[in-house]
C-alpha cells in the first residue's frame, strides 16, 4: 500500500518526533542498523520510497486533550498524570514512573480517601447536612477532608501531632477546620490524635469521627480509583508498584488490584521510614523494631491497620529507606525533573529506584507522589533545620543552592 509521505510528516509534526523514513526494499540489517544509531524519540517507517530521509524535531508541541468539565471539586478528583521520571530510569535502565498526586485539587493523594470516608458515613447514615466530620490525621487527610467538608457544607474538626509543620496547620484553619494540634504519642496511649477524635465525635450531636486508619472505605478509594488508573495509563504493564504507607489504604487499594489485574504477577514492595515497624513485619512477622526516627510526615506506622491487614500476604517485600536518601531525593527531583514534592514522595521514589535494581532492566516501577513541597518548605529547605536533623551532608553540593532558608 503507497504511504503519503508528507502526510505522514505533517502527523508526526504535530507530536514534535524525528522521523526516519526507510527503504522497504534494503535489507533487514539496514533497518538493525539505523535503529540502533537513532535516537530514544525516533519513529521507523517502512515505505516503498527508493530514498532514506530525515527531519528532526527539536520544538516541543503540547498534544491537546482537553477534559470535559466536571461538578464542583469532588468530581475533579483523580486521574492525575503518571510522570516517567527521565533520569532516574535512564539510570537504572528501567522505567520509573510517579503518580502525580500532588495535582489533586486539595493537592494530595489524600483527596480520595477523604471522599470515600465522607461518602461512606453518608451511605451509612451516619452524618446529616450541617453536620461535623471529625478526624485525627497528619494534615493531608485534614486537608483533604476540609476541603470535601467546604464543598458539602460540613463542618471540619481535625486533631493532628504537634510535630506537623506549621504549613499544614495553617492551610487548615484557612480552609475553615477547627485544628487541634496535641501531644504525638503512641496509639496505645488514649490520649493519641486519633483516640482523641473519637471522644469527641461522640460528644456532640450529627458528628462522625471518619476513622481513616481503620475505615476501609479509606482502602477501597484506591480499589475504585487509584489502581485501575495506573493499570490503565501503562495498558497494563506494571511490573512493580511500591509506596510506603501510614494509614495503609493507598498501598493495599493499589495492592489489591494490581495483583488481581494482573493475576498476582505484579510485585508488590511496602517501603518505611526508620521509626516504623512495617519493614520488620513484612521481613519477620515482628512488630518491635521501631528503632530511630524519620523526617517524613503521615507514613510509618506501630501496628497493622485495618486497610492493610487484608492485603499483608500479598505483598512481596519490604525496603527500608534511610532520611539521608529520602532528602537527598527531594533535591535530585527539583533540580533534575523540576518536581517539587515532599519528604514522603521523595522516600517513594528512592524505594522505586531499588526496586528496580532488585527486579533487574525493562521494567515498569510505579510509586506515588503524595504531595507538593509547599507543604514542607520552612524545613526540607532550611539550612538551620537541615542541620538540626543532621542531613546536610547528605545533600550533594551541587544540589546545596537549593537550601535558600535560614
Known amino acids: 500500500m503507497w504511504i503519503d509521505p508528507d502526510r505522514i510528516y505533517r502527523a508526526l509534526d504535530s507530536l514534535a518526533v524525528e522521523c526516519t523514513v526507510l527503504d522497504l526494499h534494503r ?9 540502533l544509531h537513532s535516537s530514544p524519540n525516533a519513529i521507523m517507517l517502512r515505505t516503498g520510497l527508493s530514498a532514506v530521509s530525515k527531519r528532526s524535531y527539536a ?43 500532588f495535582m489533586n485539587p486539595g493537592g494530595s493523594v489524600k483527596d480520595r480517601a477523604a471522599l470515600y470516608v465522607v461518602k461512606d458515613a453518608e451511605e451509612k447514615g451516619l452524618i446529616k447536612p450541617g453536620g461535623t466530620i471529625i478526624e485525627g490525621t497528619a494534615g493531608n487527610t485534614g486537608i483533604g477532608l476540609a476541603h470535601v467538608c467546604r464543598a458539602k457544607g460540613y ?95 493507598t498501598l493495599a487499594g493499589v495492592t489489591r488490584f494490581l495483583k488481581e489485574k494482573s493475576q498476582g504477577k505484579t510485585k508488590v514492595f511496602l517501603a518505611d521510614p526508620p521509626g516504623s515497624v512495617l519493614y520488620s513485619y513484612i521481613k519477620n512477622g515482628l512488630l518491635n523494631d521501631r528503632s530511630g526516627s524519620s523526617i517524613t510526615e503521615g507514613i510509618g506506622q506501630g501496628r497493622v491497620t485495618d486497610n492493610l491487614k487484608p492485603e499483608i500476604e500479598l505483598i512481596d517485600d519490604a525496603l527500608k529507606i534511610p532520611d539521608e536518601e ?46 507538593g513541597a509547599y507543604r514542607y518548605q520552612s524545613r526540607l529547605f532550611s539550612k538551620k533545620w537541615i542541620e538540626s536533623k543532621g542531613l546536610t551532608d547528605a545533600i550533594p553540593d551541587h544540589l546545596k543552592k537549593y537550601t535558600t532558608l535560614d
Open 326 to 371: 529520602s532528602i537527598k531525593m527531594i533535591y535530585r527531583l527539583l533540580d533534575e525533573e523540576g518536581i517539587y514534592v515532599g519528604a514522603s514522595s521523595a522516600l517513594n521514589v528512592v524505594a522505586a529506584v531499588e526496586m528496580a535494581k532488585k527486579l533487574g532492566p525493562g521494567k515498569n516501577i510505579v510509586t506515588i507522589l503524595c504531595d
Open 155 to 249: 463542618k471540619c474538626v481535625i486533631y493532628m501531632p504537634n510535630t506537623q509543620s506549621q504549613e499544614k496547620i495553617d492551610l487548615l484553619r484557612m480552609l475553615g477546620a477547627e485544628v487541634y494540634p496535641v501531644p504525638a504519642v503512641a496509639f496505645d496511649n488514649p490520649q493519641n490524635y486519633n483516640h482523641q477524635a473519637a471522644r469527641h465525635a461522640e460528644s456532640i450531636e450529627n458528628a462522625v469521627w471518619t476513622n481513616q486508619f481503620d475505615n476501609i472505605a479509606n482502602r477501597q478509594a484506591h480499589i475504585e480509583t487509584t489502581g485501575p488508573e495506573i493499570w490503565q495509563q501503562l495498558d497494563g504493564k506494571v511490573d512493580g508498584f511500591t509506596c510506603a504507607t501510614g494509614t495503609g489504604g
Open 59 to 101: 520544538t516541543f508541541k503540547p498534544v491537546i486533550s482537553a477534559a470535559k468539565p466536571v461538578e464542583g471539586f469532588v468530581g475533579a478528583l483523580g486521574n492525575t498524570p503518571l510522570i516517567r521520571l527521565n533520569k532516574l530510569s535512564e539510570e537504572t535502565g528501567s522505567n520509573i514512573y510517579a503518580k502525580a498526586e
Open 27 to 35: 535489507p533487514a540489517s539496514h533497518f538493525s542498523h539505523t535503529l
